[in-house]
């Protein structure tokens, strides 16, 4: 069983940056995929972006540029840093780690319990 704390969530202004953390404990986290997903009220939840073992990323088009995912294995951390942020980047956000491949909406492992960011205007 592995578990995933987020953290770093908070409330900030259109333009500002903030820094996600999530720290996996529980199994071997160099084995695994991880992504962040945000969810908004009334939306499905999204990926935003994923990490693969080999550090390969991908980010969704709405957040390539201004959002940056990265992960510490001797820390059993992974990380978004987030800048520019807009009131639409509001949302709870998840991280999530799949065993061996990058997680997707519906094939994940595990999931953290989610840290709200708030963007206002």
């Known amino acids: 069983q592995v578990q995933l704390v987020e953290s770093g969530g908070g409330l900030v202004q259109a333009g500002g940056s903030l820094r996600l953390s999530c720290t996996a404990s529980g199994h071997t986290f160099s084995n695994y995929g991880l992504g962040w997903f945000r969810q908004a009220p009334g939306k499905e939840r999204e990926l935003v972006a994923g990490?693969?073992?080999?550090?390969?990323?991908n980010y969704a088009d709405s957040v390539k540029g201004r959002f940056f995912i990265s992960r510490d294995n001797a820390k059993n951390t992974v990380y978004l840093g987030m800048n520019y942020l807009k009131p639409e980047d509001t949302a709870v956000y998840y991280c999530?780690?799949?065993?061996?491949?990058?997680?997707?909406?519906?094939?994940?492992?595990?999931w953290g319990q989610g840290t709200q960011v708030t963007v206002s205007s």
């Open positions: 990490i693969s073992l080999g550090d390969r990323t």
């Open positions: 999530a780690a799949r065993l061996f491949v990058v997680p997707t909406t519906t094939t994940t492992d595990y």
